[in-house]
């Protein structure tokens, strides 16, 4: 005796009963326009942008200067070997 597994046949809705078109939700706690969001996320990418390339040049100022130091060092102890 084999016994068989009852198959049931997935249940679909009709594409009647889907929505076709955008309705916006009444009474939701917040909104805000597409605009508004868009250009609030490309302001933040670049203040982000921005900082980060001032950090960069900031950063980059302090190594130039511990450099230049570093070669006044290095030309001292070389004028002093020469002597």
Request: charged share 25%; no cysteine; proline share 4%.
């Amino acid at each position: 005796m084999s016994t068989q597994a009852a198959v049931s046949e997935p249940t679909t809705k009709p594409s009647d009963d889907r929505a076709t078109t955008f309705q916006a939700v009444q009474g939701a706690p917040e909104h805000y326009s597409g605009e508004v969001l868009l250009v609030t996320a490309y302001a933040l990418l670049w203040l982000i942008v921005f900082v980060f390339v001032v950090l960069a040049w900031r950063r980059q100022n302090r190594i130039n200067a511990r450099l230049d130091a570093l070669e006044r060092e290095i030309d001292k102890a070389d004028a002093k070997g020469r002597k």
